[in-house]
């Protein structure tokens, strides 16, 4: 079975760090480009971060210099490391990726940061 699961998701106080990881099975997460998405409350979920297969990261400028993406083709994972937490990243994280031409999404990982 294809599928993804986020962890790592918890309450951190404001200028906190936290480490989502996306773990993969029946697909090799190096091969595909992979993405984090969040949706606060009341929002619209958002793209925040990509990893593309050959490794390149891309950041959505308001995590840029706060969150760093990585993989580990190893443990077939994916991290998000997310640092100065503030309370405008209150979220359910995302990861995804697009599979046999459809969206793969894993349940999400509530993250809150507030004091």
């Known amino acids: 079975q294809v599928q993804l699961v986020e962890s790592g998701g918890g309450l951190v106080q404001p200028g906190g760090s936290l480490r989502l990881s996306c773990t993969a099975s029946?697909?090799?997460?190096?091969?595909?480009?992979m993405h984090w998405y969040r949706q606060g409350p009341g929002k619209q979920r958002e793209l925040i971060a990509n990893i593309f297969s050959d490794g390149v990261s891309y950041y959505d400028d308001s995590v840029k210099g706060r969150f760093t993406v990585s993989r580990d083709d190893v443990k077939n994972t994916m991290y998000l490391q997310m640092n100065s937490l503030k309370p405008e990243d209150t979220a359910v994280y995302y990861c995804?990726?697009?599979?046999?031409?459809?969206?793969?999404w894993g349940r999400g990982t509530q993250v809150t940061v507030s004091s």
């Open positions: 029946g697909i090799m997460l190096s091969l595909y480009t």
């Open positions: 995804n990726t697009v599979y046999m031409s459809q969206n793969l």
